[in-house]
């Protein structure tokens, strides 16, 4: 039995060989291929820097790579970075205690969204982020996103991927 279908297996070999900008494309591509998910953005932490800088993006238009945010006492970061777990709002009420931008986000047309922290070795190195509808995040649909996100860790394997 193979966890990785091969024509995926293939795909996730050729673009880790050719560097970062081609693995975060296959990488959205896998995130963006979940049910009702239409926006993917990736950040990493630059501790040092007490940061997290944007290093990846489906949507450059209104995401942009290479935004940043800090690395402060705020709710995301302590849940983040902190508490190392995932923060899921499915409607713009969940949303709002962790994302300060939640009404923009609201009139760009999202309504819910997953922020989950890549842990390797104790550290979340940085965090793969879902925008979609209200309610997309059923137990299905995150039991299906729990098993892309060991794959989506090989991102924070390259070096200073953080200052990309």
């Known amino acids: 039995m193979s966890l990785l279908d091969p024509k995926t297996a293939e795909t996730l070999r050729a673009a880790l060989a050719a560097g970062s900008a081609q693995l975060l494309d296959v990488l959205n591509g896998l995130f963006l291929a979940l049910p009702g998910v239409r926006t993917v953005t990736w950040l990493a932490a630059a501790p040092a820097e007490k940061i997290t800088r944007r290093i990846g993006t489906s949507d450059p238009t209104n995401f942009p790579i290479g935004g940043s945010d800090p690395i402060d006492d705020a709710a995301w970061s302590r849940r983040i970075y902190g508490d ?28 819910s969204t997953l922020c989950a922290p890549i842990v390797i070795a104790g550290q979340a190195r940085g965090t793969v982020n879902l925008l979609g509808d209200a309610n997309i995040f059923t137990p299905a649909l995150l039991a299906e996103l729990n098993t892309l996100l060991p794959i989506a860790a090989l991102i924070f394997t390259f070096e200073g991927i953080e200052a990309r």
């Not at 777990?85 to 309504?111: C, F, W």
């Open 84 to 111: 190392k777990q995932s923060i899921v709002g499915n409607t713009p009420a969940e949303m709002a205690p962790y994302i300060p931008e939640t009404d923009e986000l609201v009139k760009m047309g999202y309504g």
